[in-house]
């Protein structure tokens, strides 16, 4: 009866992002992209000047005093890089405390912790951050963001995405 039990249990792998070492390296290396992107606009792309790529997509290099999307621009800079710190911190206490098993989720804490860091890079080393990308029509345009957004965006719809359609476990 023991060797049907133990048949019927899924295998108990941990999921790639669950672990410690993984989740740093992936971290570091979407970091690094981010800074390398960064660098490779402020200085190469003119400031304030759209540059087309495709209909409804520019590069425009601007600085964002703010968060993500340009949100709480007219706050301090210092409250906006505790803030980013807090949120870094929160982030890995939910890593630590998700089921090693919630791959998407793992995935989507890492890439909001490789986002904040990204951004968090540019608070400390230019006072801003770097944003480049704009999508717009001739009537609308979105917030100006960078790849550091792109992975906070991403990184929390997989939290989302994970927390709505992958299943649970029962506690034992």
Same mark, same amino acid.
């Given at each position: 009866?023991?060797?049907?039990?133990?048949n019927?249990?899924?295998?108990?792998?941990?999921?790639?992002f =669950?672990?410690?070492?993984?989740?740093?390296?992936?971290?570091? $290396?979407?970091?690094? +992209?981010?800074? !390398?992107?960064? #660098?490779m606009?402020?200085?190469?792309?003119?400031?304030?000047e759209?540059v087309?790529?495709?209909p409804?997509?520019a590069?425009?290099?601007?600085?964002?005093?703010?968060?993500?999307? =340009?949100?709480?621009?007219?706050?301090?800079g210092?409250f906006i $890089?505790?803030?980013? +710190?807090?949120i !870094?911190?929160? #982030?890995?206490?939910?890593?630590?405390?998700?089921?090693?098993?919630?791959?998407?989720a793992?995935l989507?804490?890492?890439?909001?912790?490789?986002?904040?860091?990204?951004?968090l890079i540019?608070?400390?080393l230019?006072?801003?951050?770097?944003?480049? $990308?704009?999508f717009?029509?001739?009537?609308?345009?979105?917030?100006?963001?960078?790849?550091?957004?792109?992975?906070?965006?991403?990184?929390?719809?997989?939290?989302?995405?994970?927390?709505?359609l992958?299943?649970?476990?029962?506690?034992?």
């Open positions: 009866m023991s060797e049907i039990q133990s019927d249990r899924p295998s108990a792998k941990p999921a790639l =669950s672990r410690p070492l993984p989740i740093l390296i992936f971290i570091v $290396v979407a970091v690094i +992209l981010d800074q !390398v992107v960064k #660098v606009v402020d200085n190469w792309l003119p400031l304030q759209a087309p790529v495709i409804m997509l590069l425009y290099r601007t600085y964002n005093l703010g968060v993500a999307f =340009s949100m709480l621009s007219g706050m301090d210092w $890089v505790g803030m980013r +710190l807090v !870094v911190a929160f #982030v890995l206490w939910l890593w630590r405390r998700t089921p090693d098993h919630r791959w998407l793992h989507g804490f890492a890439l909001i912790i490789a986002g904040a860091l990204g951004n540019d608070r400390f230019y006072g801003h951050v770097i944003d480049y $990308v704009l717009h029509t001739e009537t609308w345009s979105f917030a100006v963001f960078n790849l550091a957004d792109s992975f906070i965006t991403v990184g929390a719809a997989c939290v989302i995405l994970d927390e709505l992958l299943p649970k476990k029962p506690k034992a």
